[in-house]
């Protein structure tokens, strides 16, 4: 989970082969008029997400172990996925504003514009202390990112 352009692709994709389980990138689930407003630069509201976050947690539910890159900004929306995935453990992709929006110009062909930044942080709730969660810093080469959620949940298991 993160803003646009934290990395949940990259990052997901690369644990994904290191455990060797599946990734599904979540923006693949958004309807049409989503990502169609997206492009236009126009934040979604709540009740645009309910039916991505729908498809995000019967994806999950769906699948023995899977990893989704699903940006899952508010605490609502993370308990949405819960309610209909059940266990799910969230590793948060945290970064500065600065390293986000240079990844953001840099990247090609994604629809969400960086334009938008600023209202992801705004919808921004970072997971509380009652949350089964893994929070990692960003600004590093996606392999230490990898090695740094994977410590992190070894950590939660040892608890």
């Keep these: 989970m993160g803003v646009a352009g934290s990395g949940k692709t ?3 994709q690369a644990l994904a082969a290191r455990i060797g389980i599946a990734y599904r990138d979540g923006d693949d689930l958004h309807p049409p008029g989503n990502i169609a407003r997206m492009a236009r630069g126009e934040p979604l509201t ?11 947690g019967q994806a999950l539910a769906a ?7 699903c940006s899952a900004l508010k605490r609502v929306y993370r308990d949405r996925i819960r309610d209909a995935a059940g266990e799910v453990i969230f590793v948060h992709l945290s970064g500065s ?15 969400m514009p960086a334009s938008l930044l600023d209202s992801q942080f705004a919808a921004l709730e970072p997971p509380g202390p009652d ?12 392999e230490a990112v990898v090695s740094d959620i994977l410590r992190g949940l070894q950590a939660m298991r040892t608890r």
Excluded: N, Y
Excluded at 63 to 69: D, Y
Excluded at 131 to 142: L, Y
């Design 10 to 12: 990259s990052v997901g």
């Design 46 to 56: 709540d009740e645009d997400r309910w039916p991505w976050l729908a498809r995000v």
């Design 63 to 69: 699948e023995e172990a899977l990893i989704l890159g």
């Design 97 to 111: 504003r600065r390293v986000i929006a240079a990844r953001m110009r840099a990247r090609e062909g994604h629809f």
């Design 131 to 142: 949350e089964a969660a893994v929070t990692v810093d960003i600004d590093q080469p996606v």
